[in-house]
């Protein structure tokens, strides 16, 4: 006789997997959803410090705006817009012209032209100023007036 | 929905094995590829539309600006900073020699007094940026940018790398 009895019925040990995908299901959700691919216009770059900036530059102001990024490092300067890059500066002048000529602003008097479009430019903190200035003359020649300068809010590890 | 996995109550089954491994990748993909975007703003700057470059100066027009210059020393590789004739220690004196010159001008009545960056061409475009947040602090609405060398105009040399 057997010391131990064995139980006739065979346990069923499977995993329950519904649950798990469940949640697995909301987290590929959530990550979907808060991905940022808005991200395509502006580059990976440090931007200068400043808690004077007003805030969202995303927020609506009646006029279109072009994101010009200027990023580099050493002596290697140079502009993107929409991900594409402008190493030679006469290139990013007919691009520019191009963006400027989209959108002439109304009442432009016989002889002069000036867009309605603002050019939002984010350059590297490190980036020497020439380059900037040179970006802004090329902008004002092809007629933006309205330059936006980006820099970002100081935070915890931003003194 | 979740439910018994009893074969009895659904006879065909369905491996969902390689649905949880194609998922988990999904979800690694977008773990990495989030990033959490630091709060930006902008300086609104626009740029004037009935002037050129420069203006001309006469001798007899008073000088009303807040004028701030930016150099370059190229052998510590620091940007130097003058006010008038005062070399600058540090931001709080900047910003208190600023916050006192347009002080001065407000009592004339001149609020619109500007506050020009003149900057070298090396020169850090953040130090040109704490300038602006400088002259911002103390309620200064016009900040212009002196006009360098114009590399549009025909036959200027490109920038110097």
Known sequence: MSRF??????????????????????????????????QRV??????????????????????????????????????????HGYPNWDDLKLTLNELAQA?????????????????????????????????????????????????TKPGPDKP | ??????????????????MVDVIFCLCVFFMCSMKFKELEGKFESWLPKDK??????????????IRVAL????????????????????DDQLQELIKAQYAGYLQLGKPETPCIIDAAEMVPWKEVVNVIN???????DKIQFAAGKNYEAPGAPAPKK
């Open chain 2, 71 to 90: 150099y370059w020393d190229p052998a510590k590789a620091v940007t130097l900073r003058q006010f008038g004739k005062t070399w600058i220690q540090n």
């Open chain 1, 103 to 151: 959108s002439p602003e109304p009442g432009n008097a016989p002889g002069q032209f000036f867009s309605s479009r603002a050019i939002m430019l984010r350059a590297d903190e490190a980036a020497p100023y020439k380059h900037v200035q040179r970006v802004i003359q090329q902008c004002s020649l092809v007629g933006f007036y309205k330059i936006e300068v980006v820099a």
């Open chain 1, 5 to 38: 009895k064995t139980s006739d019925v065979e346990e069923n040990v499977a995993c329950n997997l519904i649950p798990m995908i469940d949640i697995m299901f909301l987290l590929l959700l959530f990550f979907m959803l808060s991905a940022d691919m808005s």
């Open chain 1, 42 to 83: 502006t580059e990976d770059m440090k931007l200068p410090v400043a808690e004077m900036v007003k805030e969202d530059p995303k927020a609506k102001e009646g006029y279109e705006t072009t994101t010009v990024n200027l990023v580099g490092e050493n002596d290697n300067w140079f502009v993107k817009i929409a991900g």
């Open chain 2, 1 to 18: 929905m979740a439910g018994t996995q009893d074969p009895n109550e659904n006879p065909v089954g369905i491996n969902v094995v390689p």
């Open chain 2, 52 to 65: 050129g470059q420069s203006q001309p100066m006469t001798q007899d027009m008073p000088i009303e600006e």
């Open chain 2, 134 to 140: 400088l002259a911002k602090r103390v309620k200064i």
